[in-house]
């Protein structure tokens, strides 16, 4: 997979699961800086972490 195909993978699958997350709690998703956090955690800490563990 291309680096631009594995990016919007991931930012797709964060959209999802925000989402998600925003259906079970609305509060959650109405945050903009909880939107920001998990955005950032989501899209660049974790696959920052995945990448130095393998």
């Not at 964060?14 to 956090?37: H, Q, R, T």
Request: hydrophobic share 65%; proline share 2%; no cysteine.
């Amino acid at each position: 997979m291309d680096e631009g195909r594995g990016t919007l993978v991931l930012y797709l699958a964060a959209a999802a699961l925000y989402v998600a997350i925003g259906v079970l709690a609305v509060e959650f998703m109405l945050s903009s800086l909880i939107a920001i956090g998990y955005l950032l955690i989501a899209v660049w800490l974790l696959p920052a972490l995945v990448r130095r563990v393998h």
